[in-house]
């Protein structure tokens, strides 16, 4: 196991006020918890992935994550369960789409 953290700047504030969880491990996808959190400003992401020595490929996901959901003062922990970039963008869209929502 492996895990990888991230850090971003300079996003505006989330409108998300509560946890939002998407996916269910143990089912062959991934798990991402969405919180709001007072970091500075920042967010931060932490990743636990089976799947060793891949960080450069999560760094990539990560920024282009970023480039699309620009927001501050969030955590975000993912448990990969050995999903692929594209199935990891998704999880993360759809957990975020529901995070600024604020949907059940």
Known sequence: M????FTYQGGRPATGKAPEISGVLGSGNLEVLVE???LGGALHVEVLTAAVGF?????AVMDDFFARWPL???RI??????ATPAVVSLR???ALEAFEKGTP
């Open 72 to 74: 501050g003062d969030v």
């Open 36 to 38: 709001p959190a007072d």
């Open 92 to 94: 993360l869209d759809q």
């Open 77 to 82: 922990s993912i448990n990969d369960a050995g």
């Open 2 to 5: 492996e895990t990888l953290r």
């Open 55 to 59: 960080g450069r490929i999560w760094q």
